[in-house]
């Protein structure tokens, strides 16, 4: 089956500019989680989302936020995007909400300039 | 909230032999502790996991141990290959209400031939 599918792969922004990163979990997974891959600061978790619903946030302003639709796909957004936001941006989805094995999509990687 | 430490950042090894990548975390009620590989450009894959009630889990070249006491685990790799080469990311899942994944910041292993 399908893995993990993140959209865009690529993409390039100036200071101030929005962003929409996609994510379609695999078929039956419910559970989406965005992290947000940095050098020197691996993996730090943004958000998790079950059943149209955030469910848990981690320390990351405002300006990153997230939704999720009925069919289990997820979208986050970072608006007014700084600098330091330039990243590698990976969903990862579950089959349900606090279990184990995460499947990671191959990611969003953003450049802002 | 969580806070998991992982040591050493880098790790070079010859081919064949053991490499040891250690892990500290904070909260004592995490219960759930995976280790991921992600190898150059690719997305992150479990590759072993193990829950607070187990100390130790093996699978083929693998080996987790975990010390509840001391709050650290560790993965043991034996025998290793070229292919081992890659950055390996423990984590830990809170139990209760917290329950998200809390990464390390990822060890780069080398395995030279």
């Known amino acids: 089956k399908a893995g993990v599918t993140q959209t865009p792969r690529y993409l390039i922004k100036t200071r101030g500019q929005q962003v929409t990163l996609s994510c379609s979990p695999i078929s039956g997974h419910r559970s989406v989680s965005w992290y947000q891959q940095t050098p020197g600061q691996g993996l730090q978790f943004l958000f998790e989302?079950?059943?149209?619903?955030?469910?848990n946030k981690g320390n990351f302003p405002g300006r990153f936020s997230g939704r999720q639709f009925s069919n289990s796909r997820s979208e986050m957004n970072v608006s007014t995007l700084e600098l330091g936001d330039s990243a590698l941006y990976l969903c990862?989805?579950?089959?349900?909400?606090?279990?184990?094995?995460?499947?990671f999509g191959e990611g969003s990687r953003l450049t802002v300039l | 909230g969580e806070n998991v430490e992982q040591h050493p950042s880098t790790l070079s090894v010859q081919e064949g032999d053991s490499a040891v990548i250690k892990c500290t975390y904070s909260?004592?009620?995490?219960?759930?502790f995976p280790w991921y590989k992600q190898e150059l450009g690719k997305r992150p894959q479990l590759i072993i996991d193990?829950?607070?009630?187990?100390g130790e889990k093996k699978d083929q070249r693998i080996a987790v141990t975990l010390n509840k006491t001391a709050k650290h685990f560790s993965l043991h790799i034996t025998e290793t290959q070229p292919e081992d080469s890659a950055v390996y990311f423990c984590?830990?899942?809170?139990?209760?209400?917290?329950?998200?994944?809390?990464f390390g910041k990822g060890t780069l292993l080398t395995v030279n031939p």
């Open positions: 990862a989805t579950a089959l349900q909400m606090n279990t184990g094995e995460l499947f």
């Open positions: 909260d004592s009620a995490s219960n759930y």
């Open positions: 989302y079950f059943s149209e619903t955030q469910r």
């Open positions: 984590a830990a899942k809170s139990g209760g209400s917290n329950y998200k994944l809390t």
């Open positions: 193990i829950r607070s009630n187990v």
